[in-house]
């Protein structure tokens, strides 16, 4: 199936309130064990001076997980829609567990102008993890300079999105799949995001050709790929 860009940022006040409701829990808490899992086998532990940088972080759902999995260490989530920061701030403010994302902070900035602030240039980059990003990057170049740019010899990259399905019938049916759990506008968004994902040959292809051979891509089932290691 041929690969269909779609918007980079999500502002629709709707499309930003249908994702921040909806329940991906079970993803989430599955991406944030395999970090932990890698990090574990890597013998990384994440400390005070350490800095975690979830990029297009959306409503804040993996910032936090991150800021509880490693409590003392710092995390900023990154996103360039303002209706998501706004969001993530608001879940923040409300969280129950206050205390534990006190070290969590928001930043509202497109990923291709980071390197050009300076908020994130106290701390060396620890760990950097984005979640169903990539395939919001109409240019695959765009997304790896950015991750190259913000990477130093110590940080980790774990970077997990969508598999672009073979053909048009298998996107469809993940789509009727997706209408047994969520709405329509969620539904909508899913089958763009399908359309617009990445192959795993496209993005181990670009790694091999572009000097970025140290990452990895592995397809983690059916649905998912995911592209980890140091830069």
């Not at 269909?4 to 499309?15: D, F, G, R, T, Y």
């Not at 409300?94 to 300076?118: A, E, F, G």
Request: hydrophobic content about 35%; glycine content about 4%.
């Amino acid at each position: 199936m041929e690969r269909i860009p779609e918007p980079e940022l999500m502002e629709e006040k709707k499309q930003v309130i249908s994702y921040d409701e909806a329940d991906f829990s079970e993803g989430e808490i599955n991406l944030i064990n395999q970090i932990d899992h890698y990090l574990l086998r890597k013998n990384i532990s994440l400390g005070e001076e350490d800095l975690i940088v979830d990029l297009g972080c959306g409503p804040g759902n993996i910032s936090e997980k991150l800021a509880i999995k490693w409590p003392n260490t710092e995390v900023v989530g990154i996103d360039g829609s303002k209706e998501m920061i706004l969001r993530a701030e608001h879940n923040k403010n409300i969280s129950t567990i206050q205390k534990k994302l006190k070290k969590l902070r928001y930043v509202c900035s497109d990923i291709k102008d980071i390197k050009s602030n300076n908020f994130l240039l106290k701390k060396r980059i620890s760990l950097l993890v984005s979640n169903s990003l990539i395939h919001h990057i109409t240019n695959l170049e765009d997304f790896f300079k950015t991750i190259r740019s913000l990477s130093s010899n110590i940080t980790v990259n774990f970077h997990k999105d969508l598999k672009r399905p073979l053909d048009e019938k298998s996107a469809l049916e993940l789509k009727i799949q997706c209408e047994t759990k969520y709405n329509e506008i969620l539904c909508n968004d899913y089958y763009a995001s399908l359309r617009a994902s990445y192959t795993f040959n496209e993005l181990k292809n670009f790694t091999l050709e572009n000097d970025l051979s140290s990452l990895d891509v592995y397809e983690d089932g059916d649905k998912y790929l995911i592209v980890y290691g140091n830069v």
